[in-house]
């Protein structure tokens, strides 16, 4: 899969695509990611992508003319499969479901939002999708990509290095176990400043230490998640 990413603040991303999941992908020649500057795409001598909202309000907006003349260089036609994702804190809430959806394309582009926001027809005619990643204000959208791609990055086949791994969790909607948080771990020492492991961990008794774990998942989910729950429980 080939990412694209578009924003005024390409170091950004020298960093955390260097690491980790990301750059397993890149060594695997199962990903690449290509990383563009905004300005490349301004024409005027000041190299400018925002400017005032009409009607009056707070702050600046990204213009719309360089993010369409760079989408329009890197992907002249649209190739079959891609995607423009804009990263907006007015987006859609993303998810698992939609890091699995994503997963699929043969290529995603992600727009960067900065300042008070991007200038609407950016998400009306260039966009496919609009995404947040939650309900709190970042600075722009180039933190919420890298979680996008990590998160997307991860499910390409030979990426992570056991592919059960992410086979498991194919078949739920959440990123969930039963939509449940996962259960509590632990490992040595069994005794840790007097903290002591549940004793049934350590008993070897499978039957007992699947019932348990099962019971505590429910238990850690009713008190951190409780809206994960069925209503009924
Ligand atoms: C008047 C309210 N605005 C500022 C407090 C709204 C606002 C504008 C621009 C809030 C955030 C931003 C910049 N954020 C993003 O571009 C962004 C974002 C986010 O803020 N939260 C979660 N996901 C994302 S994706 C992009």
Known sequence: ???HILTIFPEFFEGPFRHGVVARGVAAGVLSIQVHNL???THDRHKSVDDRPFGGAEGMLL????????VETIWPERP????VVLLSAQGRKFDQRTAREFSSASSLLFICGRYEGVDERVAEHLADEEISIGDYVL??????????????????PGVVGNSDS???????ATGHEEGLLDC???TRPADFRGWRVPEVLLSGNHEEIRKWR????????????????PADS
Not at 63 to 70: G, L, M, V, Y
Not at 139 to 153: P, Q, R, T
Not at 218 to 227: M, N, S, V
């Open 184 to 186: 509590p771990q632990y």
């Open 139 to 156: 600075s722009g959208g180039e933190l919420a990509a890298m979680v996008v791609i990590d998160s997307v990055a991860r499910l390409l």
């Open 80 to 83: 079959a499969g891609a995607k």
């Open 63 to 70: 213009k719309p003319e360089p993010i369409f003349s760079a």
């Open 166 to 172: 992410t086979a498991f969790e194919s078949f739920e």
């Open 214 to 229: 099962k019971s505590a998942a429910r238990h850690k989910t009713a008190r951190l998640r409780p809206d994960l729950l």
């Open 39 to 41: 300005r490349d795409w």
């Open 1 to 3: 899969m080939k990412f």
